[in-house]
């Protein structure tokens, strides 16, 4: 069975610092997905990245980067220069490359910026 | 191109009703997926549908029922509802069977009281 632990419930930042959310993942599986999606307030859910177990490369997007570490089981989405617009729930998922495609969802991070 | 549509937005029951909540796919996208997510938690997979057919589910009692139609659209019917499943109940479309380019919807509030 696969499991996400996002162990940090709550963060608040003040505008400007930056901010990481953790994730740590478990599977037996050598083939995987991991995801970050963002839920603002109106409830749907924006994807922001997936990344495959194979590719362990680190990802820069704008404010936004992504450190995968396959040795620890981690995939921590870092936010710099924080604004207040990205005060959301943040959900870490796992997806087995089963051909399914179903996702298992951390509990999320809510992160709270302010001005 | 419109996303994934849901609807209703909002809805309240009374315990041991039935509700139907319904869900239209993103343009392209030929699978459905249903999630429920309770207060304060991570969605949890409910089942998945492609071709007409529930192609998986997760641990969800048989009260948990869904359809899907010709034009991809689907329905998930929930029976006898029980307080606990007051939820946001959100639907992912994505194409082809291991297509992993989920397009979640802004999802269903059911309140049951």
């Known amino acids: 069975a696969q499991k996400v632990t996002q162990a940090q419930t709550e963060i608040s930042v003040v505008e400007k610092e930056d901010v990481t959310l953790d994730c740590v993942y478990e599977t037996r599986d050598t083939t995987y997905y991991l995801f970050w999606y963002k839920q603002p307030p109106s409830g749907e859910l924006v994807f922001l990245i997936r990344r495959n177990s194979f590719d362990e490369q680190n990802e820069i997007s704008g404010r936004y980067s992504w450190n995968f570490q396959k040795s620890t089981s981690s995939f921590n989405f870092t936010i710099t220069a924080s604004q207040v617009v990205d005060s959301a729930v943040y959900f870490c998922?796992?997806?087995?490359?089963?051909?399914?495609?179903?996702?298992?969802f951390g509990k999320g991070t809510m992160l709270l910026v302010s001005p | 191109d419109a996303g994934v549509t849901q609807s209703p937005t909002h809805l309240i029951k009374t315990r041991g009703q039935q509700v139907t909540l319904r869900c239209s796919p993103k343009?392209?996208?030929?699978?459905v997926s249903w999630y429920q997510q309770a207060l304060g938690q991570g969605p949890q997979f409910i089942f998945q549908?492609?071709?007409?057919?529930?192609?998986q589910r997760g641990n969800f009692p048989d009260r948990f029922s869904g359809h899907q139609f010709p034009n991809y659209s689907s329905e998930l019917n929930v029976n006898a509802l029980l307080l606990g499943d007051s939820a946001l109940y959100l639907c992912?479309?994505?194409?082809?069977?291991?297509?992993?380019?989920?397009?979640f919807g802004s999802g269903t509030r059911l309140t049951v009281v």
């Open positions: 998922a796992l997806d087995m490359n089963s051909g399914y495609s179903t996702l298992t």
């Open positions: 992912a479309s994505s194409a082809g069977g291991g297509d992993y380019g989920y397009t």
């Open positions: 549908y492609y071709e007409e057919e529930e192609r």
């Open positions: 343009s392209g996208h030929d699978t």
